[in-house]
């Protein structure tokens, strides 16, 4: 009942944009602290960007600083994740999660009780 759906994702050239959208059913999204997440074959889950539920405060992994936002559409029940100046390194399938008190580290995917069923996103010439 409680589900996170994330779309928006597909096929991009080097330097083109993508704008992720990740969805809630069963819950009021905007209580939540909404991470995303990605996982390239290979290599660890890692975290790519949070905002938090009440102050609507964010942070970003070092690698993507300065070309994704992340933002929330409470009316919509939707957090976005608009993504500029893509690089072959940010293929990956991207998951969002939610959990309601934010862990210390909001990197921990392990903390988040949420997760949507992943969006595939290649950057490829």
């Known amino acids: 009942q409680l589900q996170l759906v994330e779309s928006g994702g597909g096929l991009v050239q080097p330097g083109g944009s993508l704008r992720l959208s990740c969805t809630a059913s069963g819950f009021t999204l905007d209580y939540y602290n909404i991470a995303w997440f990605r996982q390239a074959p290979g290599k660890e889950r890692e975290g790519v960007s949070c905002?938090?539920?009440?102050?609507?405060?964010?942070d970003y992994a070092d690698s993507v600083k300065g070309r994704f936002t992340i933002s929330r559409d409470n009316a919509k029940n939707t957090v976005y994740l608009q993504m500029n100046s893509l690089k072959p390194e940010d293929s990956a399938v991207y998951y969002c999660?939610?959990?309601?008190?934010?862990?210390?580290?909001?990197?921990?995917?392990?903390?988040?009780?949420?997760w949507g069923q992943g969006t595939q996103v290649t950057v490829s010439s």
């Open positions: 999660a939610a959990v309601y008190i934010l862990p210390r580290k909001w990197s921990d995917f392990y903390e988040y009780d949420y």
């Open positions: 905002i938090s539920s009440s102050d609507g405060i964010t």
